[in-house]
């Protein structure tokens, strides 16, 4: 897969995860903007870069920044003439038990993760719908596709990122547009402390880099969800059962309990291509039943 030449914007990038990312895409050719909030991190992973021989940007500055990230990608854009990779990597925790959480402490995480990619997408939309080719990667987490206690935060911004996925995906799609998510299992400073030494070293933020590599050639997916750590990989889905008709009878509510098990019955659930496909089906079960009933 040809990545060489490509150029890439890397948010949160001066350490962990998103450093290992910046070497692991410049290691393969990639001119990368190594993205942090601290100025010394990101001129450090920059150095890191260039010393091996690759190319680097380094630029500080925030996700929730507007001005500034629409700067960042006009500097690369003049730099280099055309932004093709974006990897929504910044993050940060505020993890405590929902009851104990402040609503600053939940919209901070949200703000940074969730409105934080949005702001990166938006600013690089336009320059890859010109150029008909853009990649770009959510980072969502298990935390928002499963649940983890005490990261109600993190878990409603990582969920929502697979939700600006999907759309992004659809409206990007004809101009060459790709967006995925990697969910990532990384011994970073926001996993320091949850895990054992062992588990730590297995889930090196190396082991993980590769896992982008499907999501950013010229053949990637799109509305994939990709799970990595410790060398694993494998995709989530969010998925759909075939369900069950029930009606408008004034006991509809009791049918749905007496085929509870019918409706969540695993057997058989598709992966909507989009999501009127969840109204389609349900309008085409309502127009079967009617039809039948008129027989």
């Given at each position: 897969m040809a990545l060489a030449g490509r150029t890439a914007i890397i948010t949160g990038a001066g350490g962990g995860l998103g450093r290992a990312h910046a070497l692991h895409l410049a290691g393969r050719g990639v001119k990368v903007v190594?993205?942090?909030?601290?100025?010394?991190a990101a001129e450090r992973v920059a150095h890191e870069i260039s010393t091996a021989g690759g190319t680097a940007m380094p630029i500080a500055a925030s996700v929730t920044d507007e001005a500034a990230v629409a700067a960042m990608v006009d500097a690369a854009c003049s730099a280099w003439g055309r932004i093709d990779i974006l990897v929504n990597n910044a993050g940060i925790l505020r993890d405590k038990s929902f009851a104990k959480m402040t609503i600053a402490d939940f919209r901070t995480v949200v703000d940074v993760h969730l409105i934080g990619a949005a702001i990166c997408s938006k600013a690089v939309w336009e320059p890859m719908r010109a150029q008909t080719f853009g990649r770009i990667v959510m980072t969502t987490s298990s935390s928002g596709l499963y649940g983890n206690f005490g990261q109600a935060n993190y878990g409603a911004a990582k969920m929502a990122l697979v939700g600006l996925m999907q759309t992004l995906a659809i409206e990007g799609e004809k101009y060459g547009i790709r967006v995925n998510c990697l969910a990532p299992t990384a011994a970073t400073q926001m996993t320091e402390g949850v895990l054992d030494a062992e588990s730590l070293t297995m889930?090196?933020?190396?082991?993980?880099?590769?896992?982008?590599?499907?999501?950013?050639?010229?053949?990637?997916?799109?509305?994939?969800?990709?799970?990595?750590?410790?060398?694993?990989?494998?995709?989530?889905?969010?998925?759909?059962?075939?369900?069950?008709?029930?009606?408008?009878?004034?006991?509809?509510?009791e049918q749905i309990l007496a085929h509870w098990p019918e409706i969540t019955d695993r057997v058989g659930e598709v992966v909507p291509a989009y999501g009127f496909t969840q109204a389609e089906r349900e309008v085409a079960a309502a127009r079967s039943a009617s039809l039948m009933t008129a027989e």
């Open positions: 190594v993205n942090d909030v601290s100025v010394d889930l090196a933020p190396d082991r993980v880099s590769p896992a982008l590599l499907p999501l950013l050639g010229d053949d990637a997916p799109t509305r994939t969800i990709v799970c990595a750590g410790a060398g694993h990989v494998a995709t989530a889905n969010v998925t759909l059962t075939q369900g069950h008709y029930v009606g408008p009878a004034e006991d509809a509510g």
